[in-house]
Structure formats: C-alpha cells, structure tokens
C-alpha cells in the first residue's frame, strides 16, 4: 500500500506542475503577443497618427500664421497692420516668394534664348517661404532644366506658356519634397518673359 499511497501523491504532484508550467506558458504567450502589438502599433498611445505629420498648413485670412515670414521694409512702414483681405475669392491668404534673379536658358532644339523672372505662390504656412529660400539653389537648377526642355514654339502660345508653368511648378515641388517631405508651391508665376 505504501507503494500505492506514495504513486497516488505523485501523480496530483505531477498533475500540479503541468498546471503551472501550463500557465506560466500562457503568461509568457500572452504578454509577448501584448508586447507585439504595442510594438506594431496596434495597442498603446498613437501619437504619430493623432498629431498627424508635421508638414505646412493651409492658413485661412486673417488666420496668424506661426512661421510667417518676416516683415520686410524699412522702420514705420507697415508697423503695427496686419493685412486686410477682401470677402471674396479664396478663402486662404496667399504669400509669395520672388526668385531674385532672372533664368535665362537656351530652348530645346532651337538656337532661341527665353529669359524669364519668376515668383511662386503658396496658400500654405510661412515654412513653405523659408524652403524655397533654403534649397534656392537646387531649384534654380531644376527651374534651368525645364526651361532647356521647353520647345521654341511653346515659348510663343498662352497654351504652352502654362504647360510651361505647371512643368516649373512640378519642378519646385520636387525639390521641395526631396529635401523637406512636402512640396506646397501651388502656383509658378511669371515677373517677366523674354524670348530672343
């Protein structure tokens, strides 16, 4: 009987351990799926997604923008104003940047010139200002490669001075999301347009 008495205590012994192995298993499952999931993304705090990424907003008028471009001018002049936008229209303030040297470029398969002075646009925050000032370089260099790209007769016609346009917008944007993350030009205007 002694024999059957110490097998009958061995097996709930037995029984016991293969519970607490089984939960410690669980345990270690479970906590290495949680650890999984807040890894992925899937459980914990989604800031990134929450906050949104950190690019250029569109500012509405009369809306203060906090990366706005310093006022420029000379003592008293503008000092204390702020804007005043009309009614109509758009309904986000437009800022501008001035290329401050003309391009001048030979046209695609012609022995043409076009010489231009251009400016671009943004309804987007005053970052957009400070990039295109900051990579000015590369985008006179991207803005030089597509006017060398331009055909003679596209040089001649509205049509193909707003292809143009839109090619140099495109252009600026590039380079923009290359070296920032976001483009935001919405607009290539011309100051001036000389073909010779």
């Not at 607490?20 to 997604?49: F, K, M, N, S, W």
């Not at 706005?68 to 001018?73: I, K, N, W």
């Amino acid at each position: 009987m002694s024999k059957a008495k110490a097998e009958g205590e061995a097996k709930p012994k037995s029984g016991k351990m293969k519970l607490i192995i089984g939960a410690v298993v669980l345990l270690a499952a479970g906590a290495g799926g949680a650890y999984g999931a807040v890894a992925a993304g899937l459980l914990g705090p989604h800031t990134e997604e929450e906050e949104g990424p950190n690019e250029p907003e569109l500012v509405r008028k009369g809306e203060e923008d906090p990366y706005a471009p310093a006022a420029e001018g000379g003592e008293g002049e503008g000092e204390g104003t702020s804007p005043v936008y009309g009614e109509g229209g758009n309904e986000y303030r437009t800022l501008y940047y001035i290329f401050e040297e003309g391009f001048t470029s030979n046209l695609k398969d012609s022995a043409g010139l076009v010489q231009v002075s251009l400016a671009a646009s943004t309804h987007r925050d005053g970052r957009v200002i400070q990039w295109l000032a900051m990579h000015d370089l590369a985008i006179r260099s991207a803005i030089l490669v597509e006017l060398a790209n331009t055909p003679e007769d596209d040089v001649y016609s509205v049509e193909g001075k707003e292809r143009l346009a839109e090619r140099l917008k495109d252009a600026v944007n590039r380079v923009l999301e290359e070296n920032e993350g976001f483009g935001g030009v919405d607009e290539v205007l011309f100051r001036s347009f000389l073909v010779q």
